[in-house]
């Protein structure tokens, strides 16, 4: 077996033991991102160049990635504790700020932006001694589920087949760690964007709870939505790095003051005596279709819904208690929801990108006014422009009342749904996706079939709650299919037992 | 309900963002939201107890989930120079940006 077909868990059980050296590591998934990745997502690249390749990379930073092998092999030498993640490769959704390195939001606003401090999240995984290899690509400032509104292009692809998109907006994390380039990537899930990638790239993807993770040093979208999470090839890689991740920061008043418990351990514990939910609520998609006017309630594939029964039973064999037919009606309701209050917090976070303090200026401007219209029009995409207007279309004096208030109330209704299920069950069990992945081009165009196919996740992110995609398989085109479950407040611990026992059920 | 962003109303909300559109982009964006707001348009139905409250955030705040309110105090940035790096243009440790159009307020 190669190095860089390693788990995290035994690259840093064999770095701290002295078998294999963290630079020995690192050379390998160097030599394997130069062998798969091809060209990084460039501003005005070639969206078909290289069609065989993942492109998951914006930049890579190999020769910081060699310096801090090296610190990790000079304290093993040395005899002192490298940390749990000693010499374990990892990617960074270049979403989050990365001291002296370029940081974009897969945005020409952003290109040149080299940031001036690192995220909490990534100064902890580098602390306990992992290795970045560097920025991997997403959705312009997270907007989109398929990667494709990156403008560095081309994007990423999905391993599985390259025809295929990832996902989204985390798709570079999901396709790095998919196709052996790291074990571990850091993504961020504003409406299921780690969670979809995962299942869609066939790893495994967890949103913690809001608020278990800092996000100082995250580039914001929806900042009462935004979760940092762990994106891995096993389950326990994930609560390997939610571990050293997780806990409260100072420099961010939305992290949660709670402890953290030991996540590797609470896994262990199994399934026996868990209650287990089923809803038929996420069974099915209710959908606009932008040619009909229409809205369209469709069944999900019968693939997927197999998947899901399949898992039922195999934690129920293993001692899960499954509940069957809880109630979730306001499940539909959660990309309207999002619809509004993503586009009012994004709209918001979007206009401190004036031009002025930071990233892209429009040269030849005669006026403040006329530089602020030119340099937003010219360096953002079609996304954040649609984000930005949707935004302060619903969040008008006039319209406020009836879209932005009542969008929040909704947002209560979704979280009352899942309090009221938690009364009766520990966890939901549900499709992570309405459908596998979906070809490139395919979709791209049309922002709201696109944002669908988040439906069965952003209601997590409404909630708050945490939620884990884990791979389950394959459909006949031999692309991956995922299951997710939901857990309440901060029992991460609880997403992980039933996530390992359904590995080892496999 | 039919609501549309009609092209005036587009034409204002752009100028409001401090965006400057193509003719293709404008049309192109105007008729996307048009397709969101009809999506949006779902939330009008559903029957919303008055009681029913806002909520800003899914996860509750607590004391013992969430940290005591910082103070409110200015704090100098350890390496202001850093900052400014970034910055398009500069001069003399301050931000240079063209000229504010004046406008008498009646």
Redesign the interface.
Known sequence: MELFELSALEIARRVRAGEISARATLDSHLERIARVDGRPGAIGGDPQAEPDKIHAFITLTADRARAQAAAVDEKIAAGQDPGPLAGVPLTVKDIFAVENTPSTAASKILA???A?YTATAVERLEAAGAITLGKVNLDEFTFGSSNESSAFQPSPRNPRNTAYVPGGSSGGSAAAVAALESPLSLGTDTAGSIRQPAAYCGVVGMKP???RVSRYGLIAFGS?LDCPGPLARTVSDAALMLQVMAG?D?RD??????PVPDYLAEMEKDVRGLKIGLSPDYFRIT??D?NT?E?VERSLPPEIKAAVSDAAQRLALRGAEIVENISMP?T??G???Y??ISRVEA?SNLHRY????????ASG??????????S???A?G?QP??R???G???SAAQYSE??Y?????????I?RDFDQAFEKVDLLLTPSTPDVAFTIGGVYG???LMQYADQLLVTG?????PGMSIPAGENAQGLPIGIHFFAP??REDLLFRAGRAYELAG | MNEE?TPE??AH??D??????SAQ?SE??RQ??N??????????V?P?PEE??????????TS????A??PDTAQSHP?PG??L?????VAEGY?V?????HQDLK
């Open positions: 040149n932006y080299i001036p709870t809001y608020g009462s409260p100072p008043a939305t992290a949660a003051t709670l959908y606009f932008a006017g809205l306001h539909q309701y990309i309207p929801a619809f509004v709209a004036d031009g002025v303090k930071y990233g892209y200026r401007a005669s006026d403040l006014r006329e530089m602020y219209r030119k937003r029009g010219e953002f079609l422009k649609l930005i207007l949707m302060m279309y619903v009836q879209y208030n009542r969008a929040l109330k909704v947002r209560s209704l979280r049309d922002s709201v992110n409404h909630a708050g709650i407040d901060y | 962003i109303a587009f909300l752009v409001l963002a401090a965006l400057e559109l982009e192109t964006l996307q939201l397709n969101q707001l009809k999506s949006v348009h779902e939330l009008l559903i919303l029913t409250p806002i909520a800003s955030r899914g996860v509750e705040y013992t989930s969430s940290p309110p910082r390496a850093r900052l790096q970034g910055a398009p243009e931000l940006v063209p000229e504010t159009p």
